[in-house]
């Protein structure tokens, strides 16, 4: 089938380069089954808050996820710092199992009580995010923005809804369930009600195991293993060279120890993806479908060579995976560190399923990375199976210190 044909088929223009990068090279979506030799999950448990770090970023996939973007709508700078304060000390009890207090029968319970009190473990991570737009005029804090945030721009073929875009603090929440992730945005909700208001949001599925090291840990909803090449959390010069801004590279003083956070709701044509031949998947993502070895290779583990293949007549010259990652020493700063969920939302105006990817990823530099990726992603033929239509920049808050510190203090002091 060629791509004129495809394009027919669909009616417009789909996909995006930025997409692209999310969907085979991103972070897990839902699984329709478990890797193969996978060990299974453990235990849910309660994962530590406090740390120079926000603890959501290194933590496993989510078996659940949910992201809710808000506008801040405090009254001056004291307001939004209490808005803050109030967020920490919610996400504190949230993850570490803290109990919620009894009250007099007169005034309203403290918890939503779909959980007990106090909830169960359940591999809770909540992580703190500000978009470009906080720093404006309202609250002072122009002269502290982060050097590469931006909003999010539109990439090609980009369709970008203006209500599912940008936002003034991101709170990216996982669990092992989904009432889980309800019940955290429902109590982190209570006590900012004055100082943030929704702007959009999104919640979706993983199906997570523990993977052997160097596979990935679930299939995206194009049926092709997702994750294979993504950064190890636990590997801490990786993530100081690729994720954790440090003291040195540039920023703010009060962003050390944070991180870019790109975020893009994309939607996959899952139908029309079905009714593509396996080789031609195969040729788009650069991979075999069942086994996720690179195409000639007969294991996931096996690292694509493509010095010699300089014509592509084993991997396309077009394929995802050899162009989001040549693996090249040109290219060897734009790794990034990827940690999403699929989505489904029904179907739309046509009687197609509205399914996707809310892909993340998390880099030092959006230029050196996320970005950098797109720009070599632009054209693939990946693009006219998917669409981005949401999501934005942000900066994670660097961890908090102790009971007296929260959330953005060294940046609202």
Known sequence: MSRVSRRTFLGTTLGGAAAAASVAHGTGVAAAAAPEGASPPTAPKY??????????????APAAGLMASFDATAGDRDELAAAFAAL?????????GGEYEDRDD?????????????????????????????????????????????????LANDRLDPTRTHGDVLLSISADSPDVCIFALRQLMRGTRGELVLHWMTDGFNRRVSPKPGTAPVRNLMGFRDGTANLDPADDALMRRHVWVGAGDGEPDWATGGTYQAVRLIRMFVEFWDRTPLAEQEAIIGRHKESGA???????????????DPDGDRTPLDAHIRLANPRTE??????LLRRGFS?????????RLDQ??????????????????????NGEPLEEYILPEGGGFFYVLPGVRGRSDFLGASLLA
């Open 330 to 335: 040109a290219t060897a700063d734009s790794l």
């Open 343 to 351: 989505f489904s939302r029904g179907f739309d105006d046509a009687g």
């Open 356 to 377: 996707g990817l809310a892909f993340v990823s998390f880099q030092k530099s959006l230029e050196r990375g996320f970005l950098a990726v797109q720009e070599r992603l």
């Open 47 to 60: 994962l530590p808050f406090e740390g120079r770090h926000q603890t959501g970023v290194a933590s496993p």
């Open 88 to 96: 920490t000390e919610e996400s504190r009890r949230l993850m570490t």
């Open 294 to 308: 690179p195409l000639g290779g007969r294991r996931e583990t096996d690292v694509p060579v493509f010095d010699d």
């Open 106 to 154: 007169a005034f309203p319970v403290l918890h939503a009580g779909t959980l007990g009190n106090p909830p169960p473990p359940a591999d809770l991570s909540i992580i703190v995010g500000v978009g470009a737009s906080l720093f404006d005029d309202r609250y002072g804090l122009k002269a502290q923005k982060p050097r590469e945030l931006v909003p999010m721009p539109f």
